[in-house]
């Protein structure tokens, strides 16, 4: 069945910090890969993702490239900042199912 | 605002309790979904609605039951809640057409305590 894979946290970094937090995923097909964003006492908000292979998602000033030869779908920022801080979320959904798989989510805290 | 909106945000029960959490979006999406969080286990989906008239069974589908009332609404409903129950409950909502899966609307969530 279909999986994905997330760095534990938490991930702390310093403000302006370079952040990358790992995802891999296994999946029948080419399924869509997205990443979500929790913010303390809220639900999940899609931040960017990815529909075919090299598609790179952006948004907020975080990116990820769907890599279809390490299956994996890394988050990356070039600088964060203390809002970032938040539970990130990889998802998956393979073609014509109607049932998202997530990673666990990892816990980011940056710092001033 | 579109979205998904859910109610009550916070509830508490007492164990034997029922209960009905409420869920309704305005996006016109065919699929909804329900999903509880709890710590150190992620998101783990309860029951889901691929479509108006349809509901399936989730990852953890014991002790709950979903009302699909038209496109809009998808109820979730604990005939007699545990202290096991106590939990984050959200609702979601997706829009699938063939192939193409444009990601998932959720809502802020229902915070339930079960004492």
């Known amino acids: 069945g279909d999986s994905v894979t997330q760095m534990e946290g938490p991930v702390t970094l310093s403000e302006e910090a370079f952040l990358t937090i790992n995802c891999t995923y296994t999946?029948?097909?080419?399924?869509?890969l997205f990443w979500y964003v929790q913010y303390p006492g809220e639900g999940l908000q899609l931040l960017l993702k990815?529909?075919?292979?090299?598609d790179k998602g952006s948004n907020k000033g975080f990116e990820a490239t769907y890599r279809k030869e390490t299956t994996s779908f890394h988050l990356e920022k070039g600088s964060v900042q203390v809002s970032d801080s938040a539970v990130y979320f990889c998802a998956l959904a393979s073609g014509g199912s109607y049932i998202p798989t997530f990673g666990r989510g990892t816990s980011l805290i940056v710092h001033p | 605002n579109a979205g998904v909106t859910q109610t009550p945000k916070f509830q508490v029960l007492k164990t034997g309790q029922s209960m009905t959490l409420q869920c309704a979006q305005d996006?016109?999406?065919?699929?909804m979904y329900w999903y509880r969080q709890d710590p150190g286990m992620g998101l783990r989906l309860i029951y889901y609605?691929?479509?108006?008239?349809?509901?399936d069974k989730g990852e953890v589908p014991n002790g709950y039951n979903v009302s699909r009332l038209n496109k809009r609404e998808f109820s979730l409903r604990l005939e007699s809640a545990a202290p096991s129950q106590t939990s984050v409950y959200f609702c979601?909502?997706?829009?699938?057409?063939?192939?193409?899966?444009?990601?998932?609307?959720f809502g802020s969530g229902t915070r339930l305590t079960v004492v």
């Open positions: 996006m016109n999406h065919n699929s």
């Open positions: 999946a029948t097909g080419y399924p869509s």
């Open positions: 979601a909502s997706s829009e699938i057409a063939g192939e193409s899966n444009y990601g998932y609307t």
């Open positions: 990815a529909t075919k292979a090299d």
């Open positions: 609605s691929a479509s108006e008239g349809t509901t």
